[in-house]
């Protein structure tokens, strides 16, 4: 097979490329869930979702990755086989916006433009709880402890904090900020919720003082796409559609007159995700160039 010289960051289409009509050699591969070089980074290619992936996460001590999608199901894949081993579908009538993983449990936890949270068992796939909220839902994540679940609400651009046992509504945070929350996710501790917005703000909510205890202008020059904490809580890093992130030491305080280290010059298109490595010595990102559309598969890298 001839080889492809092909710049795998490029956006622009090679010169002189022609469609093959025939599927090739290494899509064949891919898509029978061994591992595609097409972009030059080894990775394995999982293919059921009928429509854009929106969200997913490695889970089980990365044997397992949950996924969910605007086809508005959600995935349980095997990830040494690359095999969906249950498809949750039938739980929302709407574009499922984000998935989450319950810690210390075999359950998970979706939200949707249907406007409803739902629990799910992931070994039944029986429904434990749903919960239907004000406003389209946009962004969910579970406490590291499995005790708590938060939920970002659109256009009320507030915050929901529920108990993950049961779904009920602990805590309701309405115009937590002036646009659409991308992001919401819990620090280490459980202690705070961070959420950020196309608002280009960072907010931090104490679930003991139960009140917004920081509230940071990003500085950033577009939408805040996504944010994540370092494991011990210290750090957070900003993803933006500018092409830039940003680290805020939460622990020193110093981004109250500094402002955040901006890390630049790495992206060329919009950046859409972040999160910090296990040992938390290192973030890792993923980005979205303007060229690409949403995608229905998921790669992953060795």
């Not at 030059?40 to 001590?61: E, I, M, W, Y």
């Not at 959420?195 to 703000?201: I, L, P, T």
Request: aromatic share 6%.
């Amino acid at each position: 097979m001839a080889s492809k010289n092909i710049d795998p960051l490029s956006v622009e289409e090679p010169s002189g490329a022609v469609e093959d009509e025939e599927e090739t050699e290494e899509e064949h591969t891919a898509a029978a869930g061994g591992w595609s070089r097409e972009t030059q980074v080894p990775g394995k290619v999982l293919r059921a979702h009928s429509d854009a992936v929106t969200a997913a996460r490695l889970c089980f001590n990365d044997r397992c990755l949950l996924s969910c999608s605007a086809d508005r199901t959600a995935i349980l894949w095997d990830v040494a086989s690359s095999r969906p081993l249950r498809v949750f579908d039938g739980v929302h009538s709407k574009t499922i916006t984000e998935c989450a993983l319950i810690p210390n449990t075999n359950r998970m936890v979706t939200v949707s433009w249907d406007k409803k949270m739902v629990s799910t068992d992931l070994e039944t796939g029986q429904t434990l709880w749903r919960r239907r909220q004000a406003g389209l839902l946009t962004s969910c994540s579970s406490s590291p402890d499995g005790r708590l679940l938060v939920c970002a609400s659109d256009p009320q651009n507030g915050v929901y904090i529920s108990d993950a046992a049961s779904g009920q509504t602990l805590h309701h945070v309405n115009d937590h900020h002036r646009s659409t929350i991308t992001r919401c996710v819990f620090d280490p501790q459980s202690q705070r919720v961070a959420s950020v917005s196309a608002d280009r703000s960072i907010k931090l909510w104490d679930l003991l003082a139960h009140k917004t205890t920081v509230n940071i202008h990003s500085n950033h020059g577009n939408v805040v796409s996504d944010c994540c904490f370092s494991t011990s809580g210290y750090f957070l890093c900003t993803a933006s559609w500018d092409k830039s992130l940003k680290l805020w030491d939460l622990q020193a305080g110093g981004f109250r007159s500094q402002g955040g280290t901006a890390l630049q010059r790495g992206h060329e298109g919009s950046v859409s995700s972040c999160s910090f490595s296990a040992d938390g010595k290192s973030s890792e990102v993923l980005e979205r160039f303007k060229k690409l559309s949403p995608t229905s598969v998921i790669m992953l890298s060795d």
